[in-house]
């Protein structure tokens, strides 16, 4: 969760990581097992390049031409590639962090795995008093339950008590808590800050008993 640059960029060519079941956000870490031939000469080729990576999520059906071109979501996410290993077996894991939102202009042909020209999302600057009311929402979700117990918890309560910009951290809440696949590519996809940020502590709040332990009086059999 650490801070990155959300300075404009230009992405003339950035390789396509598509999954079924993953989106990143801004600020946000993912760690990458790679395995599959085609994305371990992708992984080698970024590394020896930009370090860029779109993180691109397949649409329903993709099953039927994973090992093709399968339908993706347009909106992708850019990642730079943080810390790396190469495995004895040429497998790569690392860690991937977002940092901008972006659409496919269009895609590359003639590759072992998928490339795209990419441009970046356009958002309309906001001040940080238009959110303050999400923010406290946010704080209030933290303080009022046993979130706090736990170190995600405190690590978001740490970050609310921050100067981090209450959209970045709404982006790491999404990324970290949220489930619903296609409710996060909506988010990543949203341009309205203030109306993603509202979607985003509203959907938080909906989810934050399925956050709190069981209750350990109760008669029904625990599943943790």
Request: hydrophobic share 40%.
């Amino acid at each position: 969760m650490s801070d990155v640059s959300h300075e404009p960029q230009k992405f003339p060519a950035v390789p396509l990581f598509p999954l079924p079941n993953v989106v990143l956000f801004p600020r946000a870490v993912l760690p990458l097992h790679i395995f599959e031939d085609r994305y371990r000469a992708m992984t080698a080729d970024i590394l020896e390049g930009s370090g860029q990576l779109a993180m691109a999520l397949l649409k329903p059906g993709w099953e039927k031409n994973y090992h093709g071109r399968a339908e993706i979501d347009p909106i992708v996410c850019v990642g730079r590639i943080l810390t790396h290993e190469r495995l004895a077996d040429g497998k790569y894991n690392f860690l991937l962090q977002g940092h901008t939102r972006a659409r496919i202009v269009r895609e590359h042909d003639h590759h072992p795995y998928r490339i795209a020209h990419l441009e970046p999302l356009q958002e309309t600057p906001i001040d940080e008093l238009d959110l303050l009311t999400c923010r406290h929402r946010l704080i209030s979700v933290f303080d009022s339950g046993s979130l706090l117990a736990t170190v995600i918890g405190r690590q978001f309560r740490q970050l609310l008590s921050s100067a981090l910009p209450t959209a970045d951290i709404a982006d790491l809440i999404a990324f970290n808590f949220l489930d619903d696949v296609q409710l996060k590519q909506s988010l990543l996809a949203d341009t309205d800050i203030i109306r993603r940020v509202t979607r985003t502590v509203e959907a938080f709040e909906a989810i934050r008993p399925a956050l709190e332990p069981v209750n350990t009086t109760s008669s029904k059999p625990s599943l943790n």
